[in-house]
């Protein structure tokens, strides 16, 4: 805040949405410092922003299993026995086949406690506007958008002519990509990848563009219900920073690059909380997936992991001081 404050009051610049964030009985307080040097509009209600919506919901039976995947995930377990903890030359064939695929047990569903909070987020107006905005400047309909199950499509299916053929949608691209892309970038991380291909080719637009982004809205259309629901019901000092990265190999058949992913989250016994997403083109060439992976771990550990990790010392330090400070 005081950083676009700075900005504001040397530049001028004119900060579009500001939020204060703290302790309720501080924020009146913290309001008033700030308007006595800065000029701000009218408040809005922090729940509505942006095509944005936030509002607390009873907890899901499913979220908190996200967690305890994750959790089961980090903690070995006496039922994974990997292949070479298994001596085969002491052990009869049928016991090592037995104890490799041997199953872990079913997990049954985390009990809830009361003090656990959870809320979503939601943007199911903004996505059909995005629809909307397509099917106005593409002079289509709605009842034209078919039900699919993904966003994008294999580059490999194409013909080669179509990516020398320019798009229909050349003109208009950019309004309605940078539409989609607001609408990626906050809640629907399930469409990042493609949005962000189509980001790339806005200034030179062709064929296969126009049926990337017919794909897209037909699946935006077809999951404009999709939310992101978070819970949390543990303490500062019980919860973990999760940052899970993975990467695709060379899937731009245009291009000698590949594309990285990365997902961070909070997550404890009772907690599942996505916090950010990334999902971009790198800037340097591997020569296998393997390499690709270890590129976006690197990037997301430095640009997203290790300051997260230095933001979570200080919310530490405010909520427990005396485990900051071991």
């Known amino acids: 805040i005081f950083y676009h404050a700075k900005l504001q009051l040397m530049l ?13 009985s501080n924020l009146d307080a913290g309001w008033k410092l700030l308007e006595a040097h800065i000029e701000f509009g009218p408040r809005t209600p922090f729940r509505e922003f942006l095509g944005c919506h936030q509002k607390n919901i009873s907890v899901p039976p499913d979220i908190l299993s996200s967690s305890q995947i994750i959790i089961d995930a980090d903690l070995p377990s006496d039922h994974d026995i990997p292949l070479n903890h298994v001596d085969a030359r002491s052990a009869p064939a049928h016991d090592v086949q037995e104890r490799v695929s041997c199953p872990k047990p079913t997990r049954s569903a985390p009990v809830v406690s009361s003090s656990v909070c959870a809320w979503e987020y939601s943007m199911t107006g903004f996505a059909e506007q995005c629809v909307l905005k397509y099917c106005d400047l593409a002079n289509t309909s709605v009842e034209r958008l078919r039900s699919v199950k993904t966003p994008g499509l294999d580059e490999s299916s194409f013909p080669p ?3 020398e053929k320019k798009g229909t949608l050349s003109p208009v691209a950019a309004q309605i990509v940078l539409k989609y892309l607001w609408l990626a970038r ?11 291909y189509l980001a790339r080719y806005v200034t030179k637009w062709n064929a296969v563009c126009d049926a990337m982004l017919y794909q897209l809205t037909c699946y935006v259309h077809t999951t404009q219900d999709f939310v992101q629901q978070c819970a949390i019901g543990d303490k500062a000092q019980d919860i973990t920073i999760g940052l899970f990265v993975d990467a695709s190999h060379v899937p731009d058949t245009s291009t000698s690059v590949s594309t990285g992913g990365a997902l961070l989250v909070l997550y404890g016994p009772q907690t599942f909380v996505p916090i950010t ?5 790198q800037k340097r060439t591997a020569h296998s997936s393997t390499e690709s992976e270890l590129i976006i771990l690197e990037e997301a550990l430095r640009t997203e992991g290790i300051p997260y990790m230095s933001l979570w010392d200080c919310v530490l ?4 001081p005396v485990i900051s400070d071991i």
């Open 186 to 196: 906050n809640y629907r991380y399930d469409i990042y990848y493609v949005v962000n």
């Open 277 to 281: 997403a990334t999902c971009k083109k």
């Open 161 to 163: 002519d179509m990516f």
């Open 12 to 24: 001028g610049i004119y900060v579009d949405d500001v939020k204060l964030v703290g302790k309720a």
């Open 317 to 320: 330090h405010v909520f427990d």
